[in-house]
């Protein structure tokens, strides 16, 4: 088993810097949807000024 760890150290290691790097980004993405932010605006400041405010979030009928 620490031969296993010790041939693949650099493998796991690059792993785990991908799956931080994967959960930072869902987690800001859950934590601007529960604010109500939009996921789609790339500025990040929200739809108050965007004119394809209508486009991300239509009308509810």
């Known amino acids: 088993m620490l031969d296993f760890l ?3 150290l650099g493998t796991i290691i690059v792993l785990l810097i991908v799956a931080a790097v994967v ?3 869902v ?3 859950v934590r601007k949807r529960r604010k109500g932010q939009s996921s789609c ?6 739809c ?10 239509p ?3």
């Not at 605006?41 to 929200?46: A, F, I, L, P």
């Open 41 to 46: 605006s790339s500025c990040g400041c929200g």
């Open 23 to 25: 959960f930072c980004i």
């Open 48 to 57: 108050s000024g965007c004119a394809s405010a209508s486009i991300c979030h």
């Open 59 to 61: 009308p509810k009928k």
């Open 6 to 8: 010790m041939n693949n």
């Open 27 to 29: 987690f800001q993405s």
